[in-house]
């Protein structure tokens, strides 16, 4: 398993392998979209590739991680033919503890309706009847949602911003796939990263029908890509900050043993699509969450700072919230006339 990160200073940029406390300078590629192609190219593994690349160059990764160098953290994965030739998206009604929280989010009120499941609960039953299909066969397709191109995307200790037309937002912790595109239009999982997938959980609890609108906000993945990782059953933990002191936290878990739909299946209904089969694009892709701080009444205030841990997958991904303060006036489209 190799867990890399792109930097960045004023002369450039790099990747580099984590070797705690280090990172070690890879040879010859200033991007991990360049050694994918490069490992295609070669009919070489990624790992193979990077392994003969490796200098003897490196930096103290406390310095990096902290901020406090003068190289920076990247998302650890970009398209270098800029962010619409990124697709961000992902999975709902996956984890068995996210089920739950939706179902109370979207409930209806009164003796009668509390009885009857909410359609969020339909479908996540569905999963649980026919998300882990046997190998060779196809099941049921699982809640998908867009998020944005790759202009989206943050990184460590980058704020996640809540705009000023929005009623809220909050981490989703989470697990994202990477992927490209290779160029005879066969995806590939280049590796995993630790994600805050970050909605307007308030404006969804309102109707389930502003879902797609809720998930249109940035969101972070990082500080590492995990190459070759097990998805099973993977522990972790997620926490606000608030001045310093911890105001909430609670212990997760994810991966397939903790899911309703296998990763196989979920990755087949992503890919089906021909649009999602684009050569040279870059895909990432949020698997779901196990539990929210909105689900515990946890409004996060300007400043904030989400933390969010999965063991193996290195260091924490932490991103504070912004919130945005502005005059709500209308945008216009001037016509064209």
Partial sequence: MLRLVQIQN?????????????????????????????????????????HRKLTNQTLAYDT????????????????????GGTLVSGTGLTHFGSARDRQAMHKKTGAEEERTLTDSMK????????GRPAPGQIGVAPEWFYK???????????PLDAPFFAEDG?????????????PDGSPR???????????????????????AGSKLRTCAIGPELVIGSSFDSIPGDVR?????????????????????HSLAN???????????????????????????????????????????????????LRTPIRIIKAVDKPLSAVPLT
């Fill in 10 to 50: 004023a002369t450039g940029r790099r990747v580099a392998v984590v070797e705690e406390p280090l990172l070690r300078l890879v040879d010859g590629f200033d991007s991990v979209y360049g050694l994918v192609q490069a490992a295609l190219s070669a009919g070489a593994t990624l790992s193979e590739l990077i």
């Fill in 240 to 260: 606000i900050e608030r001045g310093g002191e911890t105001i909430w936290s609670k212990t997760i878990r994810t991966g397939e043993a903790e899911m309703c």
């Fill in 170 to 182: 909050g981490e989703e912790a989470e697990i994202a796939g990477v992927y490209f595109v290779g």
């Fill in 189 to 211: 999982r280049v590796g995993m990263a630790v994600g805050n997938e970050f909605s307007d959980h308030a404006f969804e609890k309102r109707n389930y029908l502003n879902l």
């Fill in 64 to 83: 990096v991680y902290d901020g406090q160098s003068d190289w920076r953290l990247m998302v650890p994965l970009d398209n270098p033919n800029g962010p």
């Fill in 266 to 316: 979920i990755e087949h209904h992503h890919f089906k699509f021909d649009g999602h089969r684009n050569p040279g694009d870059v895909h990432v892709h949020f698997f779901g969450a196990h539990s929210l701080s909105f689900g515990d009444g946890v409004r996060l205030a300007d400043g904030d700072v989400m933390v969010i841990r999965f063991d193996g997958f290195g260091r924490a």
């Fill in 123 to 130: 479908m996540f039953n569905w999963g649980v009847e026919g």
């Fill in 148 to 158: 944005g191109n790759g202009s989206i995307l943050r990184a460590q200790n980058q």
